[in-house]
């Protein structure tokens, strides 16, 4: 199993930026992605961003150019970078981590942190 815990959250103005933290602890073998998710209140949960332990990445088209995501394998954390926030970047930021099963490598395990806010003022 694995922990998560997200922090860097907190509040900035339009504009600004800020750089958040998810560090994955536990008895695990392997991570095959992590991933940064956000919700807003009264809207679904959407993926922000994910990496792999490649390094490749992938973004949701509406932080494209804004924000940015690495990853420290021998720390097994992941640093969201995000740049030029709008109001509407206002949202609770989840961590997720993908692991794979020791037998079946179509089967992932999934886990999540318990959030961190992130509020961008205008």
């Known amino acids: 199993q694995v922990q998560l815990v997200e922090s860097g959250g907190g509040l900035v103005q339009a504009g600004g930026s800020l750089r958040l933290s998810c560090a994955a602890s536990?008895?695990?073998?392997?991570?095959?992605?992590m991933g940064w998710y956000r919700q807003a209140p009264g809207k679904q949960r959407e993926l922000v961003a994910i990496?792999?332990?490649?390094?490749?990445?992938n973004y949701a088209d509406s932080v494209k150019g804004r924000f940015t995501i690495s990853r420290d394998n021998a720390k097994n954390t992941m640093y969201p970078q995000m740049n030029s926030l709008k109001p509407e970047d206002t949202a609770v930021y989840y961590c997720?981590?993908?692991?794979?099963?020791?037998?079946?490598?179509?089967?992932?395990?999934?886990?999540w942190g318990q959030g961190t806010h992130v509020t961008v003022s205008s």
């Open positions: 990496i792999t332990s490649g390094g490749s990445t």
């Open positions: 536990g008895s695990f073998f392997s991570i095959n992605a």
């Open positions: 997720n981590a993908r692991l794979p099963d020791a037998v079946l490598f179509t089967k992932e395990y999934v886990y």
